[in-house]
């Protein structure tokens, strides 16, 4: 289930911020005001399930699109608009989420992100697509995943992949194939899917290296690799949707993998 939602700032020039953890903390806190057991539950218990193939520790079944702004400018961590709306795309494939935010949202005149005051306008259920066995999506927000790696002091750390490397597509597979088994509690006895960026669109663009491309993210103080560009999936088409619904790759919750048509 997918919702869009429109907002109107209440005074200008208004702000959003670029790091992601105002943004996913602004659905936690939305959710709880309606739903607090529902809140706490997904702030602290995401969806697991242990396989020797998935490096990810857990599952929080949501993901929400990077806002869409009028003509803007960055100041400090912000990006500022002196008129218009702004859309933002949020999305889980557990309709008590979603409800649970337009319950909330539909009872409150204006809310806070970040700095700003914002009255809600609308919010407008988006249909899915007629999913096929080959899908082209843009990215909504940049695509992530990593592997866990030890450093050179003995810690655990975090290797998010490149838009070139092998691994990033098969990565993005067993992430799916994860997700589906927290949601279902079985394996799909279908599990065949592929994965690839838009190499036509990534040559237009300048290449692997070009910041249009490979883009860094911040949430809180943690810096993510994202890629944000089209990208194409082959395979069952329960799968792909199970995509479009959850997001793709890794650290959905966090605005990453969010797919558009």
């Known amino acids: 289930m997918r919702i869009r939602i429109s907002l109107k700032a209440e005074k200008y020039p208004a702000l959003i911020p670029i790091n992601h953890r105002p943004l996913a903390s602004f659905i936690y806190e939305t959710v709880s005001l309606v739903s607090p057991k529902l809140s706490s539950s997904l702030y602290n218990e995401s969806l697991r399930h242990n396989s020797s193939e998935v490096t990810d520790k857990g599952f929080k079944p949501f993901v929400f699109a990077i806002p869409q702004l009028p003509t803007h400018y960055v100041k400090d961590e912000y990006k500022c608009f002196d008129k218009g709306l702004v859309y933002w795309q949020i999305s889980s494939p557990v309709a008590d989420i979603i409800d649970s935010i337009v319950a909330s949202l539909a009872t409150n005149n204006s809310v806070h992100i970040g700095k700003s005051l914002f009255s809600v ?14 899908m082209r999506f843009l990215a909504l927000s940049p695509l ?31 992430n799916l194939l994860t997700k589906y088994y927290a949601l279902n509690g079985k394996e799909i006895v279908d599990s065949r899917l592929h994965f690839e960026f838009d190499q036509d669109y990534i040559k237009s663009m300048g290449g692997f290296d070009s ?17 944000f560009t089209p990208f194409i999936v082959k395979g069952n088409p329960e799968l792909i949707s199970l995509g479009w619904e959850t997001g793709f790759g890794s650290n959905n919750s966090q605005g990453f993998g969010m797919a558009g048509i």
């Open 144 to 174: 992530t995943v990593y592997t866990n790696t030890i450093d050179i002091n003995g810690r655990p750390v975090k290797h998010y992949l490149g838009a070139n490397e092998e691994e990033f597509g098969k990565l993005v597979v067993s």
């Open 121 to 134: 306008i609308d919010i407008e259920t988006i249909p899915a697509p007629t999913f096929s066995e080959e």
């Open 211 to 227: 910041e249009k491309i490979t883009r860094t993210i911040y949430y809180g103080s943690t810096q993510i690799k994202g890629i």
